[in-house]
Protein backbone atom coordinates (compact mmCIF):
# COMPACT_ATOMS: atom_id res chain seq x y z
CA UNK A 1 0.00 0.00 0.00
CA UNK A 2 1.53 3.59 -1.08
CA UNK A 3 2.95 5.29 1.33
CA UNK A 4 0.24 8.53 0.53
CA UNK A 5 -2.54 6.06 0.97
CA UNK A 6 -1.53 4.96 4.22
CA UNK A 7 -1.48 8.12 5.50
CA UNK A 8 -4.82 9.49 4.53
CA UNK A 9 -6.25 6.15 6.24
CA UNK A 10 -4.09 7.28 9.60
CA UNK A 11 -6.14 10.77 9.27
CA UNK A 12 -9.22 10.22 8.39
CA UNK A 13 -9.11 7.52 11.17
CA UNK A 14 -7.82 9.93 13.44
CA UNK A 15 -10.60 12.60 12.30
CA UNK A 16 -13.00 10.67 12.76
CA UNK A 17 -11.96 8.99 16.18
CA UNK A 18 -12.23 13.11 16.62
CA UNK A 19 -15.67 13.64 15.98
CA UNK A 20 -16.53 10.36 17.62
CA UNK A 21 -15.39 12.16 21.19
CA UNK A 22 -16.72 15.05 20.60
CA UNK A 23 -19.80 13.51 20.19
CA UNK A 24 -20.65 11.50 22.80
CA UNK A 25 -19.31 14.67 24.85
CA UNK A 26 -22.48 16.65 22.74
CA UNK A 27 -25.11 13.89 23.05
CA UNK A 28 -25.36 13.10 26.94
CA UNK A 29 -29.16 12.93 26.79
CA UNK A 30 -28.50 10.30 24.82
CA UNK A 31 -25.81 7.92 26.75
CA UNK A 32 -28.40 8.51 29.54
CA UNK A 33 -30.90 6.32 27.40
CA UNK A 34 -28.31 3.75 27.93
CA UNK A 35 -29.02 3.59 31.91
CA UNK A 36 -33.32 2.79 30.43
CA UNK A 37 -33.10 0.19 27.49
CA UNK A 38 -33.81 2.09 24.17
CA UNK A 39 -36.89 1.28 21.95
CA UNK A 40 -35.39 -1.49 19.97
CA UNK A 41 -37.42 -2.52 16.76
CA UNK A 42 -36.65 -2.13 13.00
CA UNK A 43 -34.74 0.92 11.67
CA UNK A 44 -35.81 2.27 8.48
CA UNK A 45 -32.65 4.21 8.22
CA UNK A 46 -30.51 0.50 8.84
CA UNK A 47 -32.91 -1.18 6.05
CA UNK A 48 -31.47 1.23 3.88
CA UNK A 49 -28.26 1.11 4.72
CA UNK A 50 -28.39 -2.84 4.74
CA UNK A 51 -29.44 -2.84 1.36
CA UNK A 52 -27.21 -0.66 0.19
CA UNK A 53 -24.28 -2.94 1.81
CA UNK A 54 -25.64 -6.13 0.07
CA UNK A 55 -26.88 -5.85 -3.12
CA UNK A 56 -23.54 -4.82 -4.48
CA UNK A 57 -22.09 -8.01 -2.28
CA UNK A 58 -25.20 -10.18 -3.87
CA UNK A 59 -24.33 -9.28 -7.40
CA UNK A 60 -20.45 -9.28 -7.07
CA UNK A 61 -20.61 -12.66 -5.24
CA UNK A 62 -21.50 -13.65 -9.02
CA UNK A 63 -18.90 -11.38 -10.60
CA UNK A 64 -16.21 -12.45 -8.44
CA UNK A 65 -12.48 -11.39 -10.15
CA UNK A 66 -10.09 -14.12 -11.20
CA UNK A 67 -8.14 -15.58 -8.94
CA UNK A 68 -10.16 -14.54 -5.73
CA UNK A 69 -11.17 -17.71 -4.81
CA UNK A 70 -7.04 -18.56 -4.33
CA UNK A 71 -6.24 -15.69 -2.27
CA UNK A 72 -9.12 -16.06 0.15
CA UNK A 73 -8.00 -19.50 1.26
CA UNK A 74 -4.35 -17.43 2.48
CA UNK A 75 -6.32 -14.77 4.69
CA UNK A 76 -5.27 -14.68 8.21
CA UNK A 77 -7.79 -16.03 10.28
CA UNK A 78 -8.18 -13.41 12.97
CA UNK A 79 -8.39 -10.82 10.74
CA UNK A 80 -11.42 -13.19 8.73
CA UNK A 81 -13.23 -13.99 12.43
CA UNK A 82 -12.94 -9.92 13.31
CA UNK A 83 -14.38 -9.22 10.34
CA UNK A 84 -17.01 -11.85 10.62
CA UNK A 85 -17.89 -10.98 13.93
CA UNK A 86 -17.82 -7.61 12.53
CA UNK A 87 -20.63 -7.55 10.32
CA UNK A 88 -22.80 -9.78 12.27
CA UNK A 89 -22.90 -6.87 15.11
CA UNK A 90 -23.44 -4.60 12.64
CA UNK A 91 -26.10 -5.46 10.45
CA UNK A 92 -28.03 -6.46 13.63
CA UNK A 93 -27.50 -3.44 15.37
CA UNK A 94 -27.68 -1.02 12.60
CA UNK A 95 -31.18 -2.83 11.71
CA UNK A 96 -32.67 -2.91 15.49
CA UNK A 97 -31.45 0.84 16.81
CA UNK A 98 -34.45 3.11 15.96
CA UNK A 99 -32.07 6.06 17.19
CA UNK A 100 -30.75 6.21 13.32
CA UNK A 101 -34.03 7.00 12.97
CA UNK A 102 -34.95 9.83 15.01
CA UNK A 103 -34.54 13.09 12.79
CA UNK A 104 -33.56 16.44 14.11
CA UNK A 105 -32.32 19.39 12.38
CA UNK A 106 -28.86 19.69 14.48
CA UNK A 107 -25.12 19.81 13.87
CA UNK A 108 -25.76 16.03 14.37
CA UNK A 109 -27.79 15.39 11.35
CA UNK A 110 -24.38 16.13 9.38
CA UNK A 111 -23.32 12.81 10.99
CA UNK A 112 -26.16 11.23 9.26
CA UNK A 113 -25.64 12.88 5.89
CA UNK A 114 -21.88 12.00 5.81
CA UNK A 115 -22.54 8.61 6.25
CA UNK A 116 -25.25 8.62 3.62
CA UNK A 117 -22.96 10.16 1.26
CA UNK A 118 -20.04 7.31 2.09
CA UNK A 119 -22.64 4.84 0.94
CA UNK A 120 -23.79 7.07 -2.18
CA UNK A 121 -19.68 6.84 -2.91
CA UNK A 122 -19.60 2.92 -1.95
CA UNK A 123 -22.39 2.26 -4.76
CA UNK A 124 -20.30 4.05 -6.93
CA UNK A 125 -17.12 2.17 -6.11
CA UNK A 126 -19.31 -0.92 -7.38
CA UNK A 127 -20.23 0.55 -9.85
CA UNK A 128 -17.28 1.23 -11.40
CA UNK A 129 -15.90 -2.19 -10.39
CA UNK A 130 -18.80 -3.77 -12.28
CA UNK A 131 -17.94 -1.59 -15.51
CA UNK A 132 -14.04 -2.63 -15.03
CA UNK A 133 -12.31 -5.79 -16.44
CA UNK A 134 -13.07 -6.94 -12.89
CA UNK A 135 -9.50 -8.06 -11.62
CA UNK A 136 -8.54 -8.11 -8.19
CA UNK A 137 -6.57 -4.61 -8.59
CA UNK A 138 -9.88 -2.91 -9.64
CA UNK A 139 -11.52 -4.71 -6.60
CA UNK A 140 -8.84 -3.56 -4.08
CA UNK A 141 -8.88 -0.13 -6.04
CA UNK A 142 -8.96 3.40 -4.58
CA UNK A 143 -12.00 5.60 -5.26
CA UNK A 144 -12.32 9.43 -4.79
CA UNK A 145 -9.59 9.35 -2.48
CA UNK A 146 -10.53 7.09 -0.47
CA UNK A 147 -7.94 3.70 -0.55
CA UNK A 148 -9.36 0.44 -0.73
CA UNK A 149 -12.78 1.96 -0.84
CA UNK A 150 -14.81 -1.17 -1.17
CA UNK A 151 -13.82 -1.74 2.61
CA UNK A 152 -13.11 1.69 3.86
CA UNK A 153 -16.24 3.23 2.95
CA UNK A 154 -18.77 1.34 4.53
CA UNK A 155 -16.51 0.74 7.83
CA UNK A 156 -16.62 4.59 7.90
CA UNK A 157 -20.60 5.14 7.25
CA UNK A 158 -21.46 2.76 10.07
CA UNK A 159 -18.82 3.80 12.36
CA UNK A 160 -20.49 7.61 11.45
CA UNK A 161 -23.82 6.08 11.68
CA UNK A 162 -23.36 5.01 15.16
CA UNK A 163 -21.79 8.45 16.30
CA UNK A 164 -25.16 10.03 15.40
CA UNK A 165 -27.16 7.44 17.34
CA UNK A 166 -24.86 7.59 20.11
CA UNK A 167 -24.44 4.05 20.13
CA UNK A 168 -21.09 2.69 21.68
CA UNK A 169 -21.93 -0.45 20.33
CA UNK A 170 -22.18 0.23 16.83
CA UNK A 171 -19.08 2.64 17.15
CA UNK A 172 -17.35 -0.66 18.44
CA UNK A 173 -18.73 -2.80 16.13
CA UNK A 174 -17.63 -1.05 13.46
CA UNK A 175 -14.04 -0.87 15.00
CA UNK A 176 -14.36 -4.57 14.80
CA UNK A 177 -15.46 -4.50 11.25
CA UNK A 178 -12.73 -1.98 9.90
CA UNK A 179 -10.09 -3.92 11.49
CA UNK A 180 -10.95 -7.57 9.67
CA UNK A 181 -12.32 -6.21 6.51
CA UNK A 182 -9.77 -3.19 6.39
CA UNK A 183 -7.19 -5.50 7.03
CA UNK A 184 -8.02 -8.06 5.01
CA UNK A 185 -7.86 -5.88 1.97
CA UNK A 186 -4.80 -4.41 3.02
CA UNK A 187 -3.16 -8.03 2.92
CA UNK A 188 -4.93 -8.59 -0.33
CA UNK A 189 -3.49 -5.03 -2.11
CA UNK A 190 -0.28 -6.31 -0.71
CA UNK A 191 -0.32 -9.55 -2.52
CA UNK A 192 -1.37 -7.68 -5.61
CA UNK A 193 1.45 -5.41 -5.66
CA UNK A 194 4.26 -7.78 -5.23
Known amino acids: ?41 ISAVGIVFLLMLFIPNIIWSKNQPKGYEESAKLENKLLLTLERMGEGLVSTLVLIDRR ?53 LPVFAVFLLGVYACNVFLIASAFILGIGHIGIHIMHKKEIEK
Open 100 to 152: TDRFSFSPRTGYLAIALILMILYELYWIKYFRSSRTLADMYSDYCGFPLAGAS
Open 1 to 41: MKKSNIIAVGTLTAAVAALAVYSVTMCEVTLKDYIHLPKWG
